[in-house]
């Protein structure tokens, strides 16, 4: 059932007090035979049965404007038939109604129709030349305050408590509001993933501290301004997606990469969303936003950790399998090189020499197969750099190579490991280094010390490894080398984990190569 509403109320209240002022004119008629108003108060009763049977099938508006009106004829019709100017004073009644009911329009037009249904009562039909009896006066202007205080008592009776209503409500209503902003506004500032809001063109609306310490951009410097946080060659993706977003599309959980203010990219996964208004038009467009650098590092830990186990289990089942026909071999090519009369004394070395290079391709897949048995013991750093250092230095001569020394911090530290397998990584970055030098260059190490780990870097201005070769290094048996294996910095990135450290490479095609080794201070 539809709940009436204040209005409809109203329009039933001054409806009823309507008929019952015709009905009480009638009664004064009955009582008081001097008072000769009888046409007023008949047509007023006719009107109200016809609004009481038609109110339902008109509209708030329509039943208050009719009801107005008919009391305004009402009157005019009273003053045709009074004996008194003073009936001009109920003109004012209507008005009132009018007012009670804020209804602004009506009271214009029932004012231009009062000053032009006066001017008629007292041009043409004489009102103020009348002479009435004072009975007749004291009576008209009694039944006037009965109707005024009528229309005043009862619309304060029946609203002040629906107005109070109203008032608690919409307090209720607003507080709820406030405490919903509040609540929206606490979320909004709390987050911790980063959020910023947009409007169509794009510029800044809103962005949370989560936003300003993930990019970088503060809320002062951004408001009302179009800021980009993503690499410039996602820029036409960017501009696609805002498109999308303004014809209501959303991108849930992208994962992508964006950049900061200072011009740091890094992983992120993001969600874009339109923002409705209550006609469903867009009006803004919303970003969410989370770093998952750490996570996509963590997801490329795992993906390496799975091809060294992958590398291992292939070196335990096949390693040991394959040494045992190769020990017959060597020995019978062994046994045929000490025969003097053997004709082919230059292929036998042949594959002898390359039976041992099998036998090193074995001894490096043991080094994944299994943890060998490590010599734990403290030692100088700087001195094993030197001894490969001194070792390559005829390399370095013969190429043309300038090689450089930068000891930060301290002339030299003290480690703690497996002194032979570090320095098989440190020989197998040398090599790397020398040999992508062609045909003269330079090669400098830098040693410094940050939070307590060692860094040790070797920068190269050879050739430079190009992005897609860059992404396999690590990977098991992949290599640009025409002898390589495709295991030495696989071989090299376990040794250093096994030290508790990390082993990074960065390079671009035609800039050098920098291998970054962090190993823990003693």
């Known amino acids: ?88 004073i109920y003109f004012v009644i209507p008005l009132l109604v009018a007012a009670l009911s804020n209804d602004l329009r009506a009271i214009t037009v029932l004012v231009a129709a009062t000053v032009l249904e006066t001017l008629v009562l007292v041009l043409v039909f004489g009102q103020l030349e009348r002479t009435p009896s004072l009975h007749y006066d004291h009576l008209s202007i009694f039944t006037f305050l009965v109707i005024v205080i009528l229309l005043t008592f009862f619309h304060t009776l029946y609203f002040s408590q629906l107005w109070q209503q109203m008032q608690d409500r919409n307090k209720s209503m607003e507080e709820a509001l406030i405490s919903r902003e509040g609540y929206l506004q606490l979320f909004f500032e709390t987050a911790k993933d980063a959020m910023a809001v947009f409007d169509t063109d794009n510029r800044v609306i809103a962005i949370n501290p989560a936003f300003e310490e993930l990019y970088g951009w503060s809320a002062e410097d951004s408001y009302g301004k179009k800021i980009k946080p993503y690499p410039e060659e996602k820029e036409e993706i960017a501009d696609l997606q805002a498109g999308e977003l303004l014809k209501g599309k959303s991108f849930n959980l992208l994962d992508t990469v964006d950049m900061k203010k200072d011009g740091t990219k890094f992983h992120t996964q993001i969600t874009l969303s339109p923002i409705f208004d209550k ?79 099998i036998d090193l391709i074995i001894s490096e897949f043991l080094v994944l197969a299994k943890p060998q048995a490590p010599s734990i013991k403290e030692f100088s750093l700087r ?48 090599k790397n280094a020398v040999e992508s030098i062609e045909p003269a260059g330079t090669i400098h190490l830098s040693v410094s010390l940050t939070n307590r780990m060692i860094s040790i870097r070797i920068a190269d201005n050879g050739s430079g490894i190009p992005p897609e070769i860059l992404e396999r290094i690590f990977e098991p048996f992949y290599t640009t080398k025409e002898n390589g294996t495709g295991l030495g910095l696989l071989i090299s990135q376990k040794i250093i984990q096994d030290h508790g450290g990390s082993l990074n490479i960065s390079s671009e095609a035609g800039n050098g190569t920098t291998a970054e080794v962090v190993l823990p201070k003693n």
Do not use: C
């Open 1 to 88: 059932m539809k709940p009436t509403s204040p209005n409809s109320q109203k329009n039933l209240l001054f409806l009823h007090i309507f008929g019952f002022s015709s009905i009480l004119h009638i009664l004064l008629n009955i009582i008081f035979s001097f008072n000769a108003a009888v046409f007023a108060p008949i047509s007023g009763l006719l009107i109200y049965m016809a609004l009481v049977l038609s109110k339902k099938r008109l509209a708030e508006h329509a039943l208050r404007s009719l009801l107005l009106y008919a009391m305004n004829i009402y009157i005019f019709i009273l003053n045709i038939e009074s004996l008194s100017a003073i009936t001009l």
């Open 279 to 357: 006609k469903g038009k867009i009006i803004a467009t919303s970003l969410i936003s989370r770093d998952i650098t750490y996570q996509k590092e963590s997801e490329q830990l795992i993906l390496q950790s799975e091809k060294l186990k992958l590398a291992g289990e292939i070196a335990a089942s096949v390693a040991h399998e394959i040494r045992n026909p190769m020990t017959v071999i060597s020995g019978f090519v062994q046994l045929m090189q000490q025969d003097p009369s053997h004709p082919y004394k230059q292929y036998t070395e042949l594959i002898h020499s390359e039976l041992e290079r």
């Open 383 to 430: 001195k094993m750099i030197d001894n490969i250092t001194l070792l390559f230095s005829s390399e370095f001569n013969l190429k043309g190579i300038v090689y450089t020394e930068t000891w930060k911090d301290e002339p030299d530290y003290i480690l703690n490991g497996e002194q032979h397998s570090l320095k098989q990584v440190f020989i197998n970055l040398f």
